[in-house]
């Protein structure tokens, strides 16, 4: 029986605690910096809350993989920089025009467009800067991780689904189209959480690379299936966002195809699925299966 989020805590918040320090520590000091207000900027975006799963999923495939909690934070930051990138671009004007995220005002909102766009683009530059010079990590590593985010954030990732994402508007999508448009825009960079934290902790192992492969893949379909659930069942305080955005838009999305309660049962067959990929590692695989259950009972 999956375990209620209340009750993954313990697990969740030491997680995500080291991943606030971290970004912290990585991200540009207005004080210091040559341009203030777009360091301002980049903080606001990145440290304005947020569930913090996809950092969660890097220290617990790099723990999974017998690495050190901080040999991954400088991969942690990285993921969250870019998802934090992807998440200000999309509330800008030519996309999705949303004025709240994370129950605060979204960052071209709360400071001005142009200076939104800039630190969107300069937390994905940050990226790849702290994979290149940060963190103690062999070359292989390095290279490793640089392709597997840059891949997953690109044209073969999550700028690729956000395209698709937009082309969808208003034009009703089959469920093949719907789960191939997030598998890019969504799932790549939750997977690429779990190989992230597994090469940051460069014992290389075939076998597990192909199980975290599989995990992500499924929790990544599961945590858009909830997303989508939570956009109709709950109200714009629980969600930071304005609910009903799916519908405002005219976007396909798991509900309007399937139905509530269909969506419900696929989003936890993905999670029993993501699960049983890691079945062969035991105990130690215990946090990422937690995860797994925490993103299809999220609440938020």
């Given at each position: ?6 009750a ?5 918040s ?8 971290a ?12 341009s ?7 903080r ?9 799963i ?45 004025d ?9 909102r709360?400071?001005?467009?142009a200076?939104a766009?800039?630190?969107g ?36 990732g ?5 395209m ?12 093949t ?12 960079l939750?997977?690429?959480s779990l190989?992230?934290?597994?090469q940051?902790?460069d014992?290389?192992d ?6 975290l ?7 990544g ?18 969600l ?7 519908e405002k838009?005219?976007k ?6 399937l ?5 419900r ?8 699925q ?7 590692y ?19």
């Amino acid at each position: 029986m999956s375990e209620e989020p209340r009750a993954l805590e313990p697990l969740l918040s030491p997680f995500r605690s080291r991943v606030e320090q971290a970004l912290s520590r990585y991200l540009p000091d207005p004080a210091t910096s040559d341009s203030p207000r777009l360091a301002e900027a980049m903080r606001y975006a990145a440290l304005n809350g947020g569930k913090r799963i996809r950092p969660m999923l890097v220290y617990a495939a790099c723990r999974l993989a017998g690495g050190d909690l901080e040999r991954a934070d400088v991969a942690a930051v990285a993921v969250e920089s870019v998802h934090a990138y992807s998440l200000v671009h999309d509330d800008l004007p030519a996309m999705d025009d949303d004025d709240l995220r994370r129950g605060q005002p979204t960052c071209h909102r709360a400071f001005d467009e142009a200076t939104a766009i800039l630190a969107g683009d300069t937390l994905h530059t940050l990226a790849f800067d702290l994979l290149a010079r940060a963190g103690d990590y062999s070359d292989a590593a390095r290279v490793a991780m640089v392709r597997v985010l840059g891949r997953a954030a690109g044209v073969t990732g999550m700028a690729a689904g956000q395209m698709l994402d937009m082309a969808a508007h208003g034009r009703l999508q089959d469920i093949t189209a719907l789960e191939r448009m997030h598998y890019l825009k969504t799932g790549r960079l939750i997977t690429a959480s779990l190989l992230l934290g597994y090469q940051a902790a460069d014992r290389p192992d075939p076998e597990l690379e192909q199980a975290l492969i599989a995990f992500g893949d499924a929790i990544g379909l599961a945590f858009q299936i909830q997303d989508d659930i939570l956009d109709v069942t709950a109200d714009t305080d629980q969600l930071g966002k304005p609910s009903r955005s799916d519908e405002k838009h005219g976007k396909s999305t798991f509900p309007a195809l399937l139905g509530l309660e269909a969506s419900r049962q696929r989003a936890q067959a993905l999670c029993d699925q993501a699960r049983a990929a890691l079945d062969g590692y035991g105990e130690a695989a215990r946090p990422l299966q937690q995860l797994a259950d925490f993103i299809v009972q999220r609440t938020h």
